[in-house]
């Protein structure tokens, strides 16, 4: 393999690629809860919160890729197993199935915690002058800031 040379050295590739696994691990955790909540929602709300999970899924599916790559392009290997996610991640597992109220609730819970851990990968990407991670995890912030601001609207009735 070709030696990696893109400005950032060894030391802080690995610091901001540590920092990446954690949010790639809570987008992940937070895609499965979504993606479950979609297949179990009942209510009265069944089809709004039904569609809008799905746009969320949809949307954090691509992230997950986004944010893997990002670390692979940084020559580290990303996690990909339930155990290494489970370990890394911030968001707990959700076993039983919510009410729906309760699930817009862990679901704004979930996008507010995605959003710190963008924060701590943020201050780690600056400091080692990556810019690409900079943007990426500055786009993935807004993403989670609004989306956790659409579920609480729609708690709110």
Known sequence: MTKIDIGIDAKDREHIADGLKKLLADSYTLY????YFHWNVTGPMFRELHLMFEEQYTELAEAVDDIAERIRTLD?????TYKAFATLASIEEVVEVPAAEKMVEILTKGHEQVVKTCRDVLKVAQEGDDESTVALVSDRMRVHEKTAWMLRATSRQ
């Open 76 to 80: 580290v290997f990303a996690p990909g």
């Open 32 to 35: 499965l809860q979504t993606h």
